[in-house]
């Protein structure tokens, strides 16, 4: 097993994160340089995580200490830039924050660069780690529910912040099939000035190439399942199957009702985020890289193009509630870069909900 050199852009609090995860794995990946915009931010985090390199300029990083690796945990308005870097330099992986981009062009673009530089490139959606969704793909693809009818996922948090989550997991749990139409309904412009821009609800529904209906709900009327003082966890991925169904959600919690549970059923609940959060996930998510850096057939479960369809399902979802109609799949990239902006001019405001 090989020992890749990272270098990363960001030490925000995710950013924290990531270095966390690099240095959990200490056998296959050694962080040798941290980038980030302000001395003073980069110097204090490199002291904490005993990092020697710093670098206030991304691109001399790159150029001097030619990593394997390349993390950036920054704007979604800067991802297409480091990637554009990374395809420069000759980065061989690459490991960004969702949503991977703003627009479907800068999006595709993006997988695009990936591809044709041979770089192997992972979005964070790292809640496929947690135990409870560990759970729910057992539940899920031993058939224990039976065959897959349909999922509904729902997040609270807005569709750019946890939807591009939950649509990533709702296709991991149904084993990469891809959609071939979807429609949707989308309202309230307040999220659209957020730099995770989106529309402040969406509801949607995606016919998978193998039959599987899903359907998702974000935002502020989604339904709450943990109660609203966890926002940010909030989140929850059920699935039907003709035997019964299965669910998990972001903050440990998970529950079936299946052939083997004989009518019972069966329930259980994790360490709570916070603590997967910072010692259970990242190290899991970002040693997975390390192996398919190693071996071609080992592709990671968050890699570029199945988040770029997750992308895209949501796009047309939004871009069918602007045209009124059912959008069919793969879209056109063309005819979706002004979507966000569509929504911006047209969207009313949300009026103030009844008590």
């Not at 030490?11 to 240095?23: D, K, Q, S, T, W």
Request: glycine fraction near 8%; charge should be negative; aromatic fraction near 10%.
């Amino acid at each position: 097993m090989k020992r890749y050199r990272v270098a990363q852009v960001g030490v925000g609090a995710r950013g924290g994160r990531h270095i966390e995860g690099f240095l959990r794995n200490p056998d296959r990946f050694e962080l040798v340089a941290l980038s980030a915009k302000t001395r003073d931010n980069i110097d204090l985090v490199a002291k904490e995580y005993g990092i020697a390199n710093t670098y206030t300029d991304a691109e001399q990083m790159l150029k001097e200490m030619q990593p394997d690796v390349l993390c950036f945990v920054t704007p979604p308005s800067v991802r297409l830039e480091m990637v554009e870097l990374a395809a420069k330099y000759g980065v061989k992986g690459l490991a960004f924050e969702k949503p991977m981009a703003t627009s479907l062009r800068e999006a595709k673009t993006i997988t695009d660069l990936c591809v044709k530089n041979g770089i192997k490139a992972i979005v964070s959606h790292q809640q496929k780690y947690l135990p409870s969704m560990q759970k729910l793909k057992e539940f899920v693809w031993s058939g224990d529910i039976g065959d897959v009818v349909n999922m509904h996922a729902t997040t609270w948090a807005w569709l750019s912040q946890l939807g591009t989550h939950f649509m990533d997991y709702s296709m991991w749990i149904n084993q990469g099939a891809k959609a071939k139409w979807v429609v949707g309904h989308v309202h309230g412009k307040t999220k659209l000035s957020d730099s995770h821009p989106a529309p402040d609800y969406i509801l949607g529904e995606a016919c998978f190439t193998n039959g599987v209906r899903g359907y998702i709900e974000c935002g502020y009327i989604a339904p709450s399942h943990t109660g609203r003082e966890n926002f940010w966890l909030d989140n929850r991925l059920m699935v039907h199957g003709t035997h019964g169904y299965a669910w998990a959600e972001t903050d440990g919690r998970w529950a079936a009702f299946t052939k083997s549970s004989k009518g019972e059923l069966l329930s259980g609940i994790g360490d709570p985020w916070k603590v997967q959060e910072r010692e259970g996930l990242q190290a899991p998510y970002l040693r997975d890289l390390a192996d398919w850096l190693d071996d071609d057939s080992k592709v990671h479960p968050c890699n570029v193009e199945i988040s770029y369809h997750g992308y895209e399902i949501l796009e047309g979802l939004c871009l069918s509630a602007l045209n009124q109609t059912r959008i069919d799949l793969p879209l056109d990239t063309a005819e979706c870069d002004d979507t966000f902006e569509r929504m911006r001019r047209i969207l009313p405001d949300v009026p103030p909900m009844r008590e």
